[in-house]
């Protein structure tokens, strides 16, 4: 008990570190409590954070700011253009189609393939399976007179229960629809199979009308995207235009002497910003390779698919594994156990060990020096708090708890020292 009171009155006695955690509490605090009433500020803040990279570069090339911050802003709404106007109502029509047209064959597809599966296993289950039993329990298979006896006197209870409980004919029904245990043959019931085809091909298109038309059912959600998308470009301007006179202002609540909060500020500002570049490249890149390669083998809903296979980097480890599933079911539901489907997977496959072993070193050298084990908690801790933004930001974050680690003990050496 005394050596926390002692370790506490050392970090406590600090004013740097104190600070330092006080910063971290308020800002943890207000984006927990406050971040869905927030969310278009806080949303303006990290697009004006990213965009501020380019706008400095700028600068460094004799621009003056206001007119670099109007050139940027200008890309930027160019871009939300191409997003809303282009992209997306290119990808919403691929979704459609794909929808109405594709997904009732895979359903079926799977289904039908569950069916087979389904019926072999009833064949061994009925057939195969007591006939091997049948030849290994015959007396001249069995081991042992005392196993025989034991066989023999396991059938005799069981003639003496169906003496109690009646007798029961080799020809009755057997307890499972479609097998007969007199013929010795099985079959399943297709009736049974084409209500449960039925049953699921129809719940899955209306999901994904569901999901189609959800947007234009809610009044609610649409004003506010609206809101959204008119309320965040503005403020994403004032925030680079007033850059200054905001972080001013933010400095008077703290004191003067802040050398380990601009410490930290300052690895994870440099950490941060080359690790949102090279992400938005990698996902550029990885989404660019992507559909070219879809598009070579036919693949259906390759925009879609590939979007998401570029976006899937954002999630490190995890992200590429999910995205082998959506190309699996693809690729069989097209092409079957073919080699076309072989080549698929192998063009995949490569597609993400390049981009795990050569592109994201190169891009990402100097953005992070996390252990693989480091940035997967991260994902699970950060998106568990905060959902799609939590996983999002999981490496900024990371980096941010690392750099604290580093920063600390260095404060309070320097504390003993004097």
């Known amino acids: 008990m005394d050596l926390i009171k002692d370790w506490l009155k050392r970090q406590l006695s600090n004013p740097q570190i104190v600070l330092l ?4 509490l308020v800002v943890f605090l207000t984006i927990f409590f406050l971040g869905g009433f927030l969310a278009p500020v806080l949303a303006s803040a990290v697009i004006a954070y990213l965009l501020d990279g380019i706008i400095m570069r700028f600068q460094k090339h004799g621009v003056p700011r206001l007119v670099a911050v109007c050139g940027v802003f200008v890309l930027f709404l160019l871009s939300i253009f191409l997003l809303f106007f282009v992209v997306f109502p290119s990808l919403v029509t691929e979704l459609d189609k794909f929808v109405r047209n594709d997904v009732p064959g895979i359903v079926t597809n799977v289904s039908n393939n569950m069916k087979g599966a389904y019926q072999k296993y009833e064949y061994f289950r009925n057939k195969r399976l007591p006939d091997f039993f049948t030849k290994q329990l015959q007396p001249s298979k069995l081991a042992t007179p005392s196993l025989t006896n034991s066989v023999t006197s396991i059938d005799q209870r069981s003639l003496d229960a169906n003496e109690i409980e009646g007798p029961l004919s080799l020809t009755d029904e057997a307890p499972f629809d479609g ?28 999901i994904g009308r569901r999901a189609l038309t959800f947007s234009n059912s809610s009044l609610k959600n649409i004003v506010v995207y609206m809101l959204y998308l008119v309320l965040v470009p503005v403020l994403v301007f004032f925030i680079l235009k007033d850059k200054q006179a905001i972080l001013n202002w933010f400095a008077k609540f703290l004191p003067s002497e802040r ?10 500002n ?16 990885v989404w ?33 594994t999910l995205m082998y599933i959506p190309i699996v079911i693809l690729g069989y539901y097209q092409f079957g156990m073919s080699s076309t489907f072989v080549y698929l997977f192998i063009a995949y496959s490569i597609i993400q060990v390049l981009d795990g072993n050569v592109l994201a ?30 996983v999002f930001f999981a490496i900024p974050l990371a980096t ?18 004097r």
Not at 288 to 304: D, N, P
Not at 367 to 390: D, E, K, V
Not at 400 to 417: D, H, R, Y
Request: avoid cysteine; aromatic fraction near 10%.
């Open 361 to 390: 070193p190169v891009l990402l050298s100097e953005a992070t020096s996390l252990h693989p084990i480091a940035i997967i908690a991260a994902i699970l801790l950060f998106g568990g708090l905060w959902g799609f933004w939590g």
């Open 259 to 268: 050398s380990l909060t601009r410490q930290v500020w300052e690895e994870v």
């Open 179 to 206: 097998v007969s245990l007199s013929s010795g043959e099985q079959g399943a019931d297709p009736s049974s199979y084409e209500r449960i085809t039925s049953a699921v091909e129809t719940e899955l298109t209306e």
């Open 288 to 320: 660019g390779v992507t559909y070219v390669t879809l598009k070579v083998f036919e693949i259906k809903a390759a925009l879609l698919v590939s979007l998401f296979v570029g976006l899937s980097v954002l999630v490190p480890y995890v992200g590429a």
């Open 270 to 285: 440099i950490q941060t910003s080359n690790y949102v570049r090279g992400k938005f490249w990698e996902v550029i890149i």
């Open 21 to 24: 955690a006080s910063v971290l």
């Open 400 to 417: 941010l708890v690392n750099s604290i680690i580093k920063a600390w003990p260095m404060e309070i050496n320097k504390t003993l020292q």
